[in-house]
């Protein structure tokens, strides 16, 4: 990859994950908000925002790591998406969505 090419990219996912992470900051200043002063009941707006915070966090870690892998070797950046990959499908693969604290 080029050098131009690597800085769009780099640029691309550095604008994504500031955005996610104001998302994700928004999703645990509800959370503790809501913990204070319980101002929202319902169970469903909770579960979504606690969904938000664990994935957008898991998001953030990802696109942080592709971000820096992008600028490395090929060897270094398969190795850095095997881990990302791992980390989601084991997820789903070993019930660990149904034991999230959410």
Request: glycine share 4%.
């Amino acid at each position: 990859m080029s050098y131009n090419n690597q800085t769009k990219v780099q640029s691309i996912f550095q604008i994504i994950t500031i955005v996610l992470s104001i998302v994700v900051i928004i999703a645990f200043l509800y959370t503790a908000i809501n913990i204070k002063w319980n101002f929202v009941t319902s169970d469903v707006v909770n579960s979504i925002v606690g969904y938000v915070r664990y994935f957008g966090s898991l998001a953030v870690c990802a696109l942080l790591l592709l971000d820096y892998a992008i600028t490395r070797s090929v060897t270094f950046q398969i190795i850095m998406c095997i881990l990302i990959a791992a980390a989601i499908v084991f997820q789903f693969l070993v019930g660990g969505l149904d034991k999230l604290p959410i």
